[in-house]
């Protein structure tokens, strides 16, 4: 199993620029990982920050530059090295026979749902795809799902591209639209977005798995800083929940 | 949780299982320490507070080294009066469980640590646990007050004149005779002992050359560090008569029963939780009373001790 314990020194093999502040790195390593599990990815002199995997193989991060440590990556260079360790937490699981998956990605929630439809076509499934955004600027590898044969359907909140509104002003028209209906549900996003998606009618009569958010420091569930609900670690029990995980006690 | 095999007494209290959740380890909030309390942990310790809140060391703060764990959280804490508040509400949570509260305390000078005591005292932890060996915060409060026996015994004392109910003192391995430093701080008061801190250490990136902690040093705790653990434990267990909580490494229910054999009465369970989860716990427990009933063995209390009573 290719698994690092250690912050592992990688060389960037790929930079791709998704749209104004987003980047897709590509590193010469692989793991063996599920999609919706996360690494901790490192540079030396900066904080460690969690970032869930975009591929495993080889080991890929889709990094917005919003922070000193995210901005400092989008400086990087091919050659560079970036350091990670993990896989880490428990990701998505894909059904045993196959489906019609529902992918529902919120911003930068849609670099792990990638991964997952990648995974889950090779395996299959039927994949559909939500992609939300404040704006077309902001909207996220929607040819990277369109070139996997998976139908995508696009949000914005101001109207500028797709249908206007959120991820599950979409939802109820998607499933009466997709045939078949789609059986499992699939979330990656900010935490309103999530707790909106479970709330849907719809949710309660399919599978759903959302893949949660929070604070992480230690990462490794020793030092309680993810805490979500009733004394849920999204770094060791998550990131990847069967539901709301305040509302629903994981099994 | 509920097997006779494992029911034990430790000061006053008749415990369920003699696992602790270890200080530092998922015991920030009331719903965390419950989880800990239902999956088995027989006693519950809160992560360590101090006079005021403190955010603790930025990331990186722990490294998996494969023989064990490196951290250097930094003591993040709300302090004493917010931690005062998270106690109340834990102890009530946990009452009904029959899982007693221990409260950790530090702090930088022995008038403060008697402070701390106070405030903290008011929530009406079962035990209060005097953290003197928290490796990781030593430019700010000096070298840790484990250190040496009149240190030691200073906090002890200042502890224990300032709180009615019962203390443990925690002790650090990195000294030259721990027993006796154990003899010292039960002279001065300590209820009880808890034994050991973790290891300091450090963990270098060989490619950049970086030491990996943000705080450049850590504590050991895991695997690597339960050898130490046992020969700390079965030190002092020869030195005082006061019961041990014997904390270091403990992964598996084996693991537990060499610690009660060294000589600890109740033992501490922390990275474990890294290696196995939360249900590490119950695991341990269930793997505990295996290990007794394969043995013929069936009370803690035959456990206690046990490698002392062997003849070379």
Redesign the interface.
């Known amino acids: 199993m290719a698994r690092f ?3 592992c ?1 990688l060389k960037i093999t790929g930079i791709m620029p998704e749209n104004a502040t987003t980047k897709t790195f590509s590193l010469a390593g692989r793991l063996t990982a599920d999609p919706g599990q996360f690494v ?1 990815a ?1 540079l ?2 900066f ?3 969690p970032f869930s995997l975009a591929g495993a193989d080889p080991i890929s991060l889709t990094v917005a530059a919003v922070g000193p440590f995210s901005r400092a990556m989008h400086r990087l260079e091919m050659g560079d ?1 970036l ?1 990670v ?1 993990g896989p880490l937490g428990r990701g998505y699981h894909l059904p045993g026979d196959p489906a019609h998956l529902l992918l529902i990605g919120g911003g930068y929630g849609v670099a792990p749902l990638l991964f997952l439809a990648r995974r889950g076509v090779a395996a299959g499934h039927r994949v559909s795809m939500i992609i939300g955004a404040r704006s077309s600027a902001d909207l996220l590898l929607a040819p990277a799902f369109e070139a996997l044969g998976s139908r995508v359907w696009l949000t914005t909140e101001d109207g500028s591209a797709g249908q206007r509104g959120r991820v599950t002003d979409a939802i109820s028209r998607v499933l009466a639209e997709a045939s078949p209906r789609p059986s499992h549900m699939y979330a990656c996003g900010p935490t309103g977005m999530l707790r909106a998606v479970a709330a849907q009618e719809a949710a309660a009569t399919m599978s759903l798995q959302l893949a949660w958010e929070a604070h992480m ?9 993810c ?1 979500v ?3 849920w ?1 999204t770094c ?2 998550g990131p990847v929940f069967q539901a709301d995980p305040v509302v629903v006690p994981p099994a | 949780m509920n097997n006779p095999f494992l029911e034990c007494e430790f000061l006053d209290f008749s415990l369920r299982t003699p696992l602790v959740l270890a200080s ?6 009331a ?2 320490m ?2 800990a309390a239902q999956n088995g942990a027989g006693m519950v310790t809160a ?1 360590s507070c101090g006079p005021g809140p403190r955010e ?1 060391h ?9 023989g064990g ?1 490196l ?1 250097a ?1 930094g003591l ?1 804490n709300p302090g004493a009066e917010a931690e005062a508040g998270l106690l109340t509400e834990t102890r009530q949570q946990l009452r009904p469980l029959h899982v007693p509260l221990i409260a950790s305390i530090f702090a930088g000078t022995v008038a403060e640590f008697a402070q701390v005591a106070r405030v903290v005292a008011s929530s009406e932890p079962d035990l209060i646990e005097v953290n003197i060996s928290c490796p990781n915060v030593g430019d700010e409060f000096g070298t840790p007050f484990a250190g040496t026996c009149d240190s030691a015994a200073a906090v002890t004392a200042a502890v224990k004149g300032a709180v009615a109910g019962p203390i443990a003192v925690k002790l650090a391995p990195n000294v030259p005779d721990i027993a006796r430093i154990a003899a010292a701080v039960v002279e001065a008061g300590a209820d009880a002992i808890t034994a050991i801190n973790t290891m300091p250490g450090m ?1 270098i ?1 060989p ?2 050359g ?1 030491p ?1 902690l ?1 705080n450049r040093v850590g504590g050991i705790s895991g695997p690597a560090l339960k050898p130490i653990a046992l020969r700390c434990v079965y030190e002092i267990a020869q030195a005082v008569p006061a019961p041990i909580i014997g904390t270091g490494g403990v992964c598996t229910g084996q693991d537990a029963a060499e610690m009660l054999m060294a000589g600890a009465s109740v033992v501490g369970v ?2 474990a ?2 290696y196995r ?2 249900s590490a716990l119950g695991q341990i427990a269930q793997e505990l009373a295996e290990f007794m009933e394969a043995q013929g063995l069936s009370t803690i209390s035959q456990l206690r001790g046990r490698s002392h009573r062997q003849e070379r």
């Open positions: 314990h250690l912050p020194a901790m490192w030396p002199g904080e460690d920050k090295n350091w360790r420091r230690c990462g490794v569930g020793l030092c309680g800083s805490e609900g009733q004394g670690l060791l029990d | 530092g380890i998922i015991g920030t909030s719903t965390l419950v989880r992560k603790g930025p990331n990186p703060v722990v490294v998996d080294f494969e764990l951290n959280i993040t963990a990136e490619v950049s970086r990996i943000s922390g990275s939780i890294y989860g939360v």
